[in-house]
């Protein structure tokens, strides 16, 4: 089964049930399969290439562990749970260009867990909070724009809150934007004006501005 996609400027991957699919976009056909343990938990729920385009591919499991793939030479990098013990799923994640190096990523959990860590230090930089429901399914309802400035996740709650990634805090305007139904995807219409964004509602596609949002929850 098909969970999760992603490309580069060489690569297509794509993240199955236990193992990875990679296509060549310079070549005609599959590359190479890297395999996962014979193990459920090993589902593939989110997928993204490094952002320095070094064919290194960020992969988020079922089973909340974060793990490494380096697609040159087809081996793993590491693999670690940043939350052991937890129903932790990472429907989502942003690996992070902003400081040059390429250690930190934000992972998006299944629990409305959100983390910012540092895959040097094999830790959680820090916790970003503030949703209480879980957020959607990978590639539903998060959105991290170009610069990296802003992150907006939408929860089953029918909140769609705005953070900024570097320091974790929730941004104040608008703080939480609340919507009759779920929110089932969002884009944002300029990577740098949070005020203008895409939502889309029960098979709707609404535009909103920050001065037209429908509610505004202090």
Known sequence: MLYNSCYNNKLIAIGCDKFVQLFNL???????????NLN??????????DPFERDILFCGLRSGHLQLLDCRDRSY?????????VNYSIVDLFPLSFNGIGNQVITVG????????DL????????????TAEIQNSNFGTYLSEDESILALAGKEGCVRFWDPIDG????????I?????????YSLNSKDYGKWMFLQDNLIQEYSSYTMPSIIP
């Open 77 to 85: 990098i590491t693999e670690f749970s940043p939350l052991k013990g």
């Open 120 to 131: 040097r230090k094999r830790g959680i930089y820090f916790p970003i909070l503030g949703h």
């Open 178 to 186: 609340q919507f009759p139904n779920m929110v089932k995807s969002l």
């Open 40 to 49: 459920s938990n090993k589902t593939i729920y989110s997928i993204k290439f």
């Open 110 to 117: 299944s629990d409305g867990t959100v983390l910012r860590l």
């Open 169 to 176: 805090q929730l941004l104040l305007d608008p703080k939480t």
């Open 26 to 36: 310079r070549e005609s056909g599959i590359n190479f399969n890297l395999k996962f």
